[in-house]
């Protein structure tokens, strides 16, 4: 079965530079999440989209943005990189966030980014 | 506001015993939990979920979990640990305030099992 597909899945910048994540999700899904995982820390939700539109907002820093796409793929664009971005980001998908029965949240790889 | 509590850093389990992983939460509303594996340098893989129903969830590698409501616990446990289940995992709850569902992880506990 397809899954979420994540590039690319290493990444290695400099302070100050920029980086953009992309995020496939599970065809027909209609939603998109963005988490951050630090060394040896739990997830912390970034941001969600549903249907190309954003859907709720955590703890991302206003250096971050991100968009879904006509075709729902998804990218996260980080500007003025600091040293505390190191940390996997993962993007999951689910079909129908907006439904009654909550659906699972199935997650890509990630995508480790070292900043140097 | 929903949260979940992993309150063992690690777990350590012989092969062949049973294993139990703990999760307690805290939700206003009706809880909606899950739990993930997450095996080194690879994503957080579905084990299983409780939205309504059995107190009892069977979910994927023979785990399973049961949730208890007075004691607001939703511990995951297996009868026979294999070596093979040495991994991080990740208790999580749905926090469904803000209309989307995103999840609220546990802080994760690191199972290894011995042979």
């Known amino acids: 079965a397809a899954g979420v597909i994540q590039s690319p899945r290493h990444l290695i910048k400099e302070k100050r530079e920029t980086a953009t994540l992309k995020c496939y999700p599970i065809p027909r899904h209609d939603t998109v999440y963005w988490y951050q995982q630090g060394p040896g820390q739990d997830p912390q939700f970034l941001i969600s989209f549903y249907e190309k539109m954003q859907s709720d907002k955590g703890s991302i820093p206003d250096r971050f943005s991100a968009q879904q796409f006509s075709d729902y793929h998804s990218e996260l664009n980080m500007s003025s990189l600091e040293l505390g971005d190191s940390a996997l980001y993962f993007c999951?998908?689910?079909?129908?966030?907006?439904?009654?029965?909550?659906?699972?949240?199935?997650f890509g790889p990630g995508t480790r980014l070292t900043v140097l | 506001a929903q949260s979940v509590a992993q309150p063992e850093d690690q777990v350590n389990v012989a092969e062949g015993n049973p294993l139990t992983v703990k999760c307690t939460y805290s939700?206003?509303?009706?809880?909606?939990l899950f739990w993930y594996v997450q095996y080194p340098n690879r994503g957080l893989q579905f084990l299983l979920k409780y939205i309504t129903g059995d107190n009892l969830v069977k979910g994927s590698y023979g785990f399973e979990a049961e949730f208890n409501k007075s004691q607001t616990s939703f511990h995951l446990k297996k009868p026979s640990a294999l070596v093979s289940d040495s991994a991080l995992y990740f208790c999580?709850?749905?926090?469904?305030?803000?209309?989307?569902?995103?999840?609220?992880f546990g802080t994760g506990t690191r199972l290894k099992v011995l042979a």
């Open positions: 999580a709850v749905r926090d469904r305030a803000s209309g989307t569902y995103k999840y609220i």
């Open positions: 999951a998908s689910s079909l129908s966030s907006l439904a009654a029965q909550p659906d699972t949240q199935y």
């Open positions: 939700v206003s509303g009706n809880p909606y």
